[in-house]
């Protein structure tokens, strides 16, 4: 069984920083991207970034140059620097990878529960 796990999530004001974690765990043969998206009250859900297995990363126009994405391979966790936070950051933040179970011949997309993260003004 597949799970991807967040955690980091907070209550911070505004301009203060967070580091959220999402970690991949199961039968799992290999990770493809792994990105992390945010879903605020009465709002769809929108990508903030992604990054390959190889380290190429894209990032939203509203968090470049504030957040950072990178990922541990070996552990199959992505992260997610959060700094300069403004309350419109506000939101839950879902981790999301595509990725091979051992007991599947082909890429699947999952998704974690989810962490809350409020800025405050």
């Known amino acids: 069984q597949v799970q991807l796990v967040e955690s980091g999530g907070g209550m911070v004001q505004a301009g203060g920083s967070l580091r959220l974690s999402c970690a991949a765990s199961?039968?799992?043969?290999?990770?493809?991207?792994m990105g992390w998206y945010r879903q605020a009250p009465g709002k769809q859900r929108e990508l903030v970034a992604r990054?390959?297995?190889?380290?190429?990363?894209n990032y939203a126009d509203s968090v470049k140059g504030r957040f950072r994405i990178s990922r541990d391979n070996a552990k199959n966790t992505v992260y997610l620097q959060m700094n300069s936070l403004e309350p419109e950051d506000t939101a839950v933040y879902y981790c999301?990878?595509?990725?091979?179970?051992?007991?599947?011949?082909?890429?699947?997309?999952?998704w974690g529960k989810g962490t809350l993260v409020t800025v405050s003004s």
């Open positions: 999301r990878a595509n990725l091979r179970p051992m007991s599947q011949l082909g890429f699947m997309d999952y």
């Open positions: 199961g039968s799992i043969f290999n990770i493809n991207t």
């Open positions: 990054i390959t297995r190889g380290g190429s990363t």
